[in-house]
Antibody, heavy 117, light 108 residues
Framework: QVELVESGGGVVQPGRSLRLSCRAS????????MHWVRQAPGQGLEWVAN????????NYADSVKGRFSVSRDNSKNTLDLQMDSLRVDDTAVYYC??????????WGRGTLVIVSS | EIVLTQSPGTLSLSPGERATLSCRAS???????LAWYQQKPGQAPRLLIY???SRAPGIPDRFSGSGSGTDFTLTITRLEPEDFAVYYC?????????FGQGTKVEIK
């Protein structure tokens, strides 16, 4: 079945780095744009970053620009999010999301990142 | 940047009642670019409506979306117990994507 599975979350100190990964199954990954969306505890949804189907274009929310980097490997059906210079307010569940047209049709279950000293 | 404001913040209703959720944009949004999601506690969001009024596969017809320009609405005609959740509107742009802050539909 069509599925996205995130991994890599955990507890990290402020200023350190963490790399999230997302594995896609049962769809033609290389033809879809992919996004990361996060949700701080008890809060709403915040779009973080996206990457085009071919990996040639990335976009970032202002809150993470210059600190986060999104990449993909279409040969392995994987999406990554490199998070550097982490801050306490980056604490959230991070969702890997597939875009179809202009909406997000498939969501992973999320991986929790806690930034704390 | 376009800001989406959802109202009310919380809607207290009984099963069987009609729910009307509002999403107002700070600038005009093309109808193609407006979607709605449902999120239950401990779960990932689920796509309900895309392109303002098209239901996603498997979404019951008690859910409907409408609107244009800066004002969009999600309507649930008869609330079922499983519909009590948080609902988010979302706008897609060329290089940024925005969510409203959410409306919680709770059991009265």
């Amino acid at each position: 079945q069509v599925e996205l599975v995130e991994s890599g979350g955990g507890v990290v100190q402020p200023g350190r780095s963490l790399r999230l990964s997302c594995r896609a199954s049962d769809f033609n990954f290389k033809t879809y744009g992919m996004h990361w969306v996060r949700q701080a505890p008890g809060q709403g949804l915040e779009w973080v970053a996206n990457i085009w189907y071919d990996g040639n274009t990335q976009n970032y929310a202002d809150s993470v620009k210059g600190r986060f980097s999104v990449s993909r490997d279409n040969s392995k059906n994987t999406l990554d999010l490199q998070m550097d210079s982490l801050r306490v307010d980056d604490t959230a569940v991070y969702y890997c999301v597939r875009a179809t047209g202009y909406h997000f049709d498939i969501w992973g279950r999320g991986t929790l990142v806690i930034v704390s000293s | 940047e376009i800001v989406l404001t959802q109202s009310p913040g919380t809607l207290s209703l009984s099963p069987g009642e009609r729910a009307t959720l509002s999403c107002r944009a700070s600038q005009s949004v093309g109808s193609t670019f407006l979607a709605w999601y449902q999120q239950k506690p401990g779960q990932a969001p689920r796509l309900l409506i895309y392109g303002t009024s098209s239901r996603a596969p498997g979404i019951p017809d008690r859910f409907s979306g409408s609107g244009s320009g800066t004002d969009f609405t999600l309507t649930i005609t008869r609330l079922e117990p499983e519909d009590f959740a948080v609902y988010y509107c979302q706008r897609s742009g060329r290089s940024s994507w925005t969510f409203g802050q959410g409306t919680k539909v709770e059991i009265k």
